[in-house]
């Protein structure tokens, strides 16, 4: 399989501001739905609803991601990064706003985070254009893996949370000072972010789409186990014991474990010669033994089962995108989009489905099932990777 190269990067700036205002883009386009995931205790004292709730309101978040991915990335390709980045984050810092001062009840948590899910396909499609455009080809690996970080870096932040804010001044502080931080992102924003290069029809692109699709189906089922673990590992830890304060630091070192393996996984793809999907497939079987010691009671299964889980289970969207961009240079932001429908359908299947599953079963079984569909997604990824070469080859 061969990677196409893109073109040499239009300079829109520095790289490093292009890397940085993509990064941030990104972190304020998710942190609503991680900072659910990691002030859940809290959140679920006041606002009384079980494990299964906070897998119904993570999931209506995915899935109202994965409705807006693809229109997202048309909308990306034609009106540009710029643009559409300061649409993301100005919604997701209304959507934190609205949490921190308006969800009184689940229900009302629950539309909120829907609503501002549309902030998840912009943000993370407009940053993917402006690095396929802003960045040299030769450094696209790590860069988009720095670019992925940023997802566990606002898991990372989430945790933090934990201690910092929400067991002194409250968890509604805890959204409304993100709402802050994500308003100071627009100013960031370059006003030419790529948008010369990036206004013109996603007709362009002319590859097969079929192993998009199946690339997606299995980022669907790896997504499922990956986003749980960002949602219910502070609750799961809780019930096995851990303070939340404890609980919290797991997911903070879970993410930094992620943050690195990402950044070192692009950094590996850029001294490899093309066949990156191989590499994806191998983080995902790797990443299933880590959800598998989740389910086990001891406290080193607990430690090696986040490492793992963490450091290789959810490394692989950034080494996955760098390949589907390298694979796709007319239209990276429209056909990443449809791998990102993968990524979100994935958001809102495994979370609600983990979270009726810890209700019914207990977090032990949760944990093995999601271990199980991220073996699923090495199996299919595999499959997905050798009809990309076969449609390359043609």
């Known amino acids: 399989m061969k990677d196409v190269a893109l073109s040499s990067p239009t300079r829109v700036g520095s790289v490093t501001r292009v890397v940085g ?215 799961s830890s809780v019930h096995r014991g851990l303070p939340p304060s404890a609980a919290g630091l797991v997911l903070t070192f879970g993410s930094a474990v992620c943050v690195t393996a990402r950044l070192l996984g692009g950094w590996i793809a850029d001294r490899r010669r093309g066949d990156h999907l191989i590499m994806v497939t191998v983080l995902l079987g790797l990443g299933s033994v880590g959800l598998a010691l989740l389910a086990l009671p001891t406290t080193v299964a607990l430690v090696v089962g986040v490492v793992l889980a963490f450091g290789l289970g959810w490394s692989w969207p950034g080494v996955m995108n760098f390949a589907i961009v390298q694979l796709n240079p007319e239209a990276p932001a429209a056909a990443t989009s449809i791998t990102q429908t993968g990524v979100y359908a994935g958001g809102f299947i495994g979370p609600l489905g983990f979270g009726a599953l810890a209700t019914q079963r207990g977090y032990p079984t949760a944990w093995t099932v999601a271990a199980a569909s991220m073996l699923a997604a090495a199996g299919l990824m595999l499959v997905g990777r050798r009809m990309v070469s076969r449609s390359g080859r043609r």
């Open 21 to 235: 205002t993509a990064v941030a883009v990104t972190i304020a386009s998710v942190l609503p739905v991680f900072l659910v995931g990691g002030l859940a205790v809290q959140i679920r004292r006041e606002l009384h609803f079980s494990p299964a709730g906070l897998g119904l309101a993570v999931a209506a978040y995915f899935g109202a991601s994965a409705l807006a991915a693809v229109p997202a990335g048309h909308a990306v390709e034609r009106f540009g990064s710029a643009r559409t980045s300061r649409i993301a984050v100005a919604i997701s810092a209304a959507t934190l706003l609205a949490i921190g001062l308006v969800a009184h009840s689940y229900l009302v948590l629950l539309a909120l985070l829907a609503v501002g899910a549309t902030t998840n396909a912009l943000g993370q499609l407009a940053a993917n254009l402006l690095l396929a455009h802003g960045v040299p080809v030769q450094r696209q690996g790590v860069i988009f893996g720095l670019k992925q970080s940023a997802v566990p870096l606002a898991t990372l932040l989430s945790g933090a949370a934990v201690p910092a804010l929400a067991l002194t001044v409250g968890w509604r502080w805890a959204f409304i000072l993100a709402a802050g931080c994500a308003l100071g992102v627009v100013a960031l924003i370059p006003r030419d972010a790529g948008d010369a290069r990036s206004r013109r029809p996603a007709a362009q692109h002319r590859r097969s789409t079929a192993p998009l699709v199946v690339v997606a189906v299995a980022a669907a089922l790896a997504a499922g186990g990956a986003n749980a673990l960002g949602a219910f590992v502070v609750d």
